[in-house]
């Protein structure tokens, strides 16, 4: 599967943004999606993850609370709602897909990426 990330804008704190993943292939329900991030001079982490029928979703501590990872099988598209945005949450968001559970293998392993959208949050 081919993904897009989309959404990603500066903003201010406290502001909210929705991201966008958008996939080809007729089989995106199939697949586990998640939305990871990367800062400057940080390592890629895991931000949400939402099963392959949208039924499970999970959050990392930062994240949770603020942001909402949904799905729209129909539309092949993975949103990340993200509200209450802070400095810290500044980075390159990227989407991701895999047939396997992500939580349950290495984002190193994770078979399908966006291009990541730059989201930036101002004090």
């Known amino acids: 599967v081919q993904l897009q990330a989309s959404g990603g804008g500066l903003v201010q704190a406290g502001d909210s943004l929705r991201l966008s993943c958008a996939a080809s292939g007729r089989t995106f329900d199939s697949y586990s999606v998640g939305w990871f991030r990367q800062a400057p001079g940080k390592a890629r982490e895991r931000v949400a993850v939402i099963s392959w029928g949208g039924g499970s979703t999970y959050y990392e501590d930062p994240v949770r609370g603020r942001f909402t990872i949904s799905r729209d099988n129909a539309k092949n598209t993975v949103y990340l709602q993200m509200n209450s945005l802070k400095p810290e949450d500044t980075a390159v968001y990227y989407c991701?897909?895999?047939?396997?559970?992500?939580?349950?293998?290495?984002?190193?392993?994770?078979?399908?990426w966006g291009q990541g959208t730059q989201v930036t949050v101002s004090s």
């Open positions: 991701a897909a895999d047939l396997r559970p992500l939580l349950g293998i290495p984002t190193a392993a994770i078979g399908s």
